[in-house]
């Protein structure tokens, strides 16, 4: 018993912050479906559940555990965390510290991207002075990395690596983010003509590319690929029934952005954290994400009754 509720506190946070930090995901989806046929919809909503959970959010995780610990098979890097033999728990301690340090160096340029370029809603008063000062970014995230990677090669060089790999994924799935983002524009003003097929094909890629956050994200709940599957898959599937019929009203809480992307900064800083060597109980990461999400809500949920009364009084 002792060992199952950790187990579900986990499955419970990546579900969440799959949820949260996918809805830009969504709102991209429910756009582009609007403009697609009925046959075309049901075909994406019923096989892109299928190869967005089991494809992309059960292999790509299962290949980056196998890929950062050469010493194990392929199934053995699915059972790892299951496993008993000494030898496969080893590889998977020596290799840890090599993927949390990519994954954290990851996380924390996705949270000062957001924090200092992209347009937001207020919700910290802080963020309108980091915004301002944008030009910083490039500074400060070449900063952050030139440190890590410092005091990475004198525990391990192959850290070092690591970080830079992060680094590198980072400005290649945020090249393909803003290419996204030019595409669906066209698309919504009538500028591109796409068949529906092409479109389903747009979106897949789409989704493969906003995943990477919640995957990489999802090694500072757990090493684990079934409870990383299982949690990542049931928030992709929350997820699209949000770009069904619910994404209007989710869009309406304004700050819930902020509270991913703190949530984010949270994650790297976990990850990178353990990278190092300081070990954070597993209850940790998913209590926090629950903690920084719904006080995100709260703002929201208080912005949304005073715009309210606002209109009532009117």
Not at 24 to 46: C, H, P, Y
Not at 133 to 146: E, H, K, M, R, T
Request: no cysteine; aromatic share 14%.
């Amino acid at each position: 018993m002792a060992d199952i509720i950790p187990m579900i506190l986990t499955v419970l946070g990546l579900v969440l912050y799959e949820t949260v930090s996918s809805v830009d995901n969504a709102v991209i989806n429910a756009e582009v479906l609007r403009t697609m046929s009925q046959k075309a919809r049901r075909w994406f909503l019923v096989w892109g559940i299928l190869f967005a959970v089991f494809v992309v959010r059960g292999l790509l995780p299962w290949v980056i555990i196998w890929a950062t610990t050469p010493n194990i098979s392929f199934m053995n890097s699915l059972t790892a965390t299951f496993s008993s033999d000494p030898l496969v728990i080893a590889a998977i301690e020596q290799s840890a510290p090599v993927l949390l340090m990519g994954g954290g160096v990851f996380m924390l340029f996705l949270f000062f991207h957001w924090l200092f370029m992209e347009p937001k809603n207020y919700g910290l008063h802080a963020e309108r002075f980091f915004h301002e000062q944008s030009v910083w970014f490039y500074a400060v995230v070449s900063i952050l990395l030139a440190s890590l990677v410092w005091f990475s090669i004198k525990k391990n060089p192959f850290m070092a690596f690591g970080a830079v790999v992060g680094s590198t994924a980072f400005f290649i799935t945020h090249g393909f983010k803003q290419n996204a983002e030019k595409a669906e524009h066209a698309m919504m003003h009538h500028k591109q003509h796409l068949s529906d097929w092409s479109k389903i094909l747009y979106l897949e890629v789409i989704d493969s590319t906003f995943s990477i956050d919640g995957v990489l994200g999802a090694f500072a709940f757990t090493l684990s690929i079934p409870l990383i599957l299982l949690g990542n898959g049931l928030g992709a599937i929350v997820v699209r029934q949000l770009t069904v019929g619910n994404i209007q009203n989710v869009k309406k809480y304004k700050y819930l952005k902020n509270g991913a992307m703190y949530s984010v900064l949270g994650l790297g800083l976990v990850m990178t954290v353990d990278a190092f060597g300081f070990h954070i109980p597993s209850w940790v990461t998913p209590v926090v994400t629950f903690a920084i999400l719904g006080y995100f809500f709260y703002l929201s949920k208080k912005e949304l009754d005073r715009a309210k009364r606002a209109a009532q009084g009117q």
